[in-house]
């Protein structure tokens, strides 16, 4: 099934304090690659006391991490970065085994996790502080950013070694230590970047793996006083208790939860264009990314000949194993994600939604799901409030502009949007009015390593990647010197 030019890129051991190690009890998990429900290894069923020992291995190495020139840091990141990208073959194989998604999109997001450790290497020398205009004329005020301490990631599936990357980088460029859990069903995307991180040469205990009880895992990270700031990628109800947890020990947390984008179509706007930006942002890894359009809003004026445009393209994806040449769309990650999709279809069928395409399971079995369009769909759908997570493009039909905004901001959500329209004026208006961290104007894909990624609203607070993304990792120092 996998076939590395590096095997010993796949470790099936957590990796703590620069030792690969199993649970105490010898526990394990199973992890199984979901295009063919075959066994891909078992990775350590750890607990409370293995996060404990990572914790205090990284804050043993805090002292010599941080005392790094930040040029040293820098150079460590770039390596790392390096040696991702020499073994983007491997990666992406690791990656498409676990977590199903086409080997294209897995390669590229090797290309996008590695950018961040580069990014943010070339940051760390940026990291800079302040002397500001005293009022007293015996006593200067500086400002310096330090690192915040010890830190700790918690990371879903959908992309397994970006979302790593995008808060592990940062950090360590930062000069802070970081524990990670990644998610128990894509684990070994995790525990290859701790190969090549040994390799780049990472100090032991500044970067550390564990996996197993995310419960327990989760507890020990977010109860431990010596962790100072949280990091955490996934749904929003598991980030509500996070942040809960946080609130006696009043860590620092970033918060990267559930989306439901819109992606509006105006009656100005280039149709195909918009169709093409539709498929990218609705169908990459199968409808499984929180920035992924999740309600489709289209004019009234465009509507009919949008959804047949769309249709037709949608018709044309291929649905495969990832590994095969060609495939546009691979597996849902599990059973539970299929169901969710199901359910979603059904209720919006229930309530007088139109099938134009798919709507049920892939004849290929597993979690294959055909890519799905739905039309007529109204504001009373749980598709309008609810993220489906997976390969569904519901269509609502809107008038006005200012009906639209309306529609697209009664939502507990706040991370990405997405319009077509070549009326400037409109541009700025809709962009400005929609409350999302992010808007996409006449593009389907935005994210990069340079643009700061984050919601707002329930969508969660920090941001990730770009120039701001350091500040959630550094604190502010003010010094007072008297003269
Ligand atoms: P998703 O639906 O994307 O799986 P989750 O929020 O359930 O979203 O999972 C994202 C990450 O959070 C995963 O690594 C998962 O193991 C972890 N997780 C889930 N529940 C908890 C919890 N109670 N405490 C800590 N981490 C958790």
Known sequence: MLNLNDPSLLRQQAYIDGEWCD????????VHNPATGELVGTVPHMGADETRRAIDAARAAWPAWR???AKERAAILRKWSDLMLANADDLAQLMTVEQGKPLAESKGEIGYAASFFEWFGE????????????????RKLIVTREPIGVCAAITPWNFPSAMITRKVAPALAAGCPIVLKPSELTPYSAFALAVLAERAGVPKGVFS???GDAKAIGGEMTGNPTVRKLSFTGSTAVGRLLMEQCAPTVKKISLELGGNAAFIVFDDA??????EG?????YRNAGQTCVCANRLYVQ?????EFARKLVEKVRALKIGNGLDAGVNQGPLINEKAVEKVEDHIADALAKGARLQLGGKRSALGHSFFEPTVLADVTSNMKVAHEETFGPLAPLFRFKTEEEVIGMVNDTEFGLASYFYSRDIGRAWRVAEAIETGMVGVNTGLISNEIAPFGGVKQSGMGREGSKYGMDDYLVIKYI???M
Do not use: F, H
């Not at 649970?23 to 199973?30: F, I």
């Open 300 to 304: 009234d004026g465009v509507y009919e």
């Open 480 to 482: 007072c010197m008297g």
């Open 209 to 211: 793996i564990v996996t």
């Open 23 to 30: 649970a105490s009890g010898g526990a394990t998990v199973e």
């Open 270 to 275: 280039d149709l195909d264009a918009a169709v």
């Open 67 to 69: 005392k790094k020139s």
């Open 123 to 138: 940051e760390a020398k940026r990291a800079d502080g302040d002397v500001l205009q005293s009022p007293w004329p015996d």
């Open 278 to 282: 539709a498929i990218a942002s609705k």
